[in-house]
C-alpha cells in the first residue's frame, strides 16, 4: 500500500504547486505565448528575463515589499507575545471553560473585516496611527490572535503537567517554568502560530487598504497593478510576493510535523 501513499502526495503536491508553476510560466516565457496568446502554452517555448526587467522598470515595489515584511514579521511578534500567556492560561483551565472562550474569540472572526476597519481607521486618525505598520499590525492582529491562541493552547495542554509540578517542587517559579520548561517543549507550536500569523499579513488586503490607502503594502501594489493594465508588473510583484513564503515555510518545516506539533512530547 505504500505506492498509494506516494501517488497521493504526488498528485496533492502537483495539485498545489501547479499555480505556482503557471507564474513562473507567465513571468520567464515570451509573452507571445503566454497572455498574448489565443491558446497559451503550458510549457517553457521561448524563456527570457526581459519581462521582468521590463514590468520592474518604472514601478516602486521596494517600499511595499519592505513594508509588507515590516507588517507581517510585527504580527506574527505581537501575535505570539499575547497568544503565549493567553494559550497557557487556557490550558490550565477546566476544558468546558477554555473552549468556550475559545469558541467566542474564533467567532470574532467570522465578522467581515469591512466591517470592523471602518471604525478602526477613524480611530486610528484620532491616534495618529493612520498610515502607519503599527496601527495596520495592531489591526490584523485582531485576526491571527484567536487561532494562535487556539493552537498554543492545545500545545500546552498536550505537555504533561507533571513535568511543571516536578519543576514547581524544584523550585522553580512560574517564570522560569515558562521560559526553561514550556517554552521550549512548546516550541513547535509557537512556530507554526508564527507562521500562521505571518502569511495571513503578507497576504492580507482589507485592514492594508483601508488602513494605509497611500503608501500600502504589496498585495495592494500588486492589485493596482493589475487593474491598471499592467499584467507584467503584477506577474513580477506576485513572483517576488512567493518568495519570503517560501523561504520562511522551509526555514520552520522541521517544526510543521504532527508529533511537534502535538507539544512535543511522545508516549
Do not use: C
Request: charged share 10%; no cysteine; aromatic share 12%.
Amino acid at each position: 500500500m505504500r505506492w498509494w501513499t506516494y501517488l497521493g502526495a504526488i498528485v496533492v503536491g502537483i495539485y498545489f504547486l501547479f499555480p505556482l508553476y503557471i507564474l513562473v510560466l507567465l513571468a520567464f516565457n515570451s509573452p507571445k505565448y503566454t497572455v498574448l496568446a489565443k491558446f497559451p502554452s503550458l510549457l517553457p517555448v521561448s524563456l527570457t528575463l526581459n519581462n521582468l526587467l521590463t514590468a520592474l522598470q518604472g514601478t516602486a515595489f521596494i517600499d511595499p515589499f519592505i513594508k509588507s515584511l515590516e507588517t507581517a514579521t510585527l504580527v506574527g511578534i505581537i501575535t505570539i507575545a499575547l497568544a503565549i500567556p493567553a494559550g497557557y492560561g487556557l490550558s490550565r483551565l477546566p476544558r468546558v471553560i477554555a473552549y468556550s472562550i475559545i469558541i467566542l474569540l474564533l467567532v470574532t472572526n467570522m465578522m467581515p473585516a469591512i466591517v470592523i476597519g471602518i471604525p478602526i481607521a477613524v480611530d486610528f486618525l484620532k491616534l495618529h496611527l493612520f498610515e502607519s505598520v503599527i496601527g495596520l499590525a495592531l489591526a490584523q492582529t485582531l485576526i491571527t490572535l484567536p487561532l494562535a491562541t487556539f493552537i498554543l493552547q492545545g500545545t500546552f495542554s498536550s505537555i504533561p503537567i507533571d513535568l511543571e509540578h516536578q519543576a514547581r517542587v524544584d523550585g522553580a517559579n512560574l517564570f522560569n517554568r515558562l521560559f526553561s520548561v514550556l517554552l521550549p517543549l512548546a516550541a513547535p507550536g509557537i512556530a507554526a502560530a508564527f507562521l500562521i500569523s505571518w502569511m495571513f499579513s503578507w497576504d492580507e488586503f482589507t485592514y492594508a487598504i483601508l488602513l494605509i490607502p497611500y503608501h500600502s503594502t504589496l498585495p495592494v501594489t500588486i492589485y493596482q497593478d493589475v487593474t491598471r493594465g499592467n499584467l507584467l508588473a503584477g506577474i513580477a510583484f506576485s513572483l517576488i510576493f512567493t518568495i519570503p513564503v517560501i523561504i520562511l515555510t522551509f526555514a520552520l518545516q522541521k517544526y510543521l510535523r504532527g508529533e511537534y506539533l502535538a507539544g512535543g512530547i511522545k508516549g
